[in-house]
């Protein structure tokens, strides 16, 4: 699978918003760039993905470049419960490992009262 | 839905003991995989499986790990014997398929402690 690339950390204030980027140079023409969170002492859960057009659900928006090479994940405005470690996963069309998620360091986003 | 379920939540154990870590996936899904946490090397996928049979176990540290699934409601997580270095937050998930857009939902995570 092809890699991305994350800030280790970065902070927000609460109810700002928060623009989380990855770098993923080498995404194929199929890949889909997926995103998870861990809040503390939980697993990993689904946030958002999305293929070449920018998606918007209920918890965050995503926004992808042009040329796919990077992407955005958008909380619009932060609360005390999106501190947590977001991952940037790009997942296989097809392959034998069938998609499988392949997480990295991702970023630890703080979110300050 | 009650989600993945994980027992037992917290294992402590000495070395040499034999661990078996189980899960419950969402009913109704097919997929199942293990993963591993740790501070070093982070989140690993250890093995999956799609309708109950084994897939890619590729992620499995060494012999003394072994997954089961008997049906497709449980799952199962053994090692034999156990060693300090085997400690680690171990979760399991599943999915509705294994294919690239599938969601994998994550169950709350076994903490094992080896002394």
């Known amino acids: 699978d092809a890699k991305t690339t994350q800030p280790n950390s970065m902070e927000s204030n609460e109810e700002e918003p928060v623009h989380l980027p990855c770098n993923h140079s080498?995404?194929?023409?199929?890949?889909?760039i997926h995103w998870y969170r861990q809040l503390p002492s939980q697993g990993p859960e689904y946030v958002i993905h999305g293929l070449t057009s920018n998606v918007n659900n209920r918890m965050a928006s995503l926004a992808i470049a042009e040329d796919r090479k990077s992407s955005t994940l958008i909380l619009h405005r932060a609360t005390l419960r999106d501190a947590a470690v977001y991952y940037c996963i790009l997942r296989a069309h097809y392959g034998g490992s069938q998609g499988n998620l392949i997480f990295g360091k991702g970023t630890k986003l703080s979110v300050k009262p | 839905d009650a989600g993945v379920i994980q027992s037992p939540r917290h294992e402590v154990t000495e070395m040499g003991q034999e661990v078996t870590l189980r899960c419950k996936p969402i009913s109704g899904h097919n997929s199942l995989f293990w993963y591993r946490q740790t501070m070093m090397r982070g989140l690993e996928l250890l093995i999956y499986f799609n309708n109950n049979v084994p897939i890619d176990d590729s992620g499995m540290p060494e012999d003394r790990f072994s997954a089961k699934m008997p049906n497709a409601s449980f799952s199962t997580l053994k090692i034999q014997p156990s060693e300090p270095r085997d400690s680690a937050v171990y979760f399991c998930?599943?999915?509705?398929?294994?294919?690239?857009?599938?969601?994998?939902?994550f169950g709350p995570g076994t903490r094992l402690l080896v002394l």
């Open positions: 998930a599943s999915s509705l398929g294994g294919g690239y857009q599938e969601t994998q939902y």
């Open positions: 080498t995404i194929s023409g199929t890949d889909y």
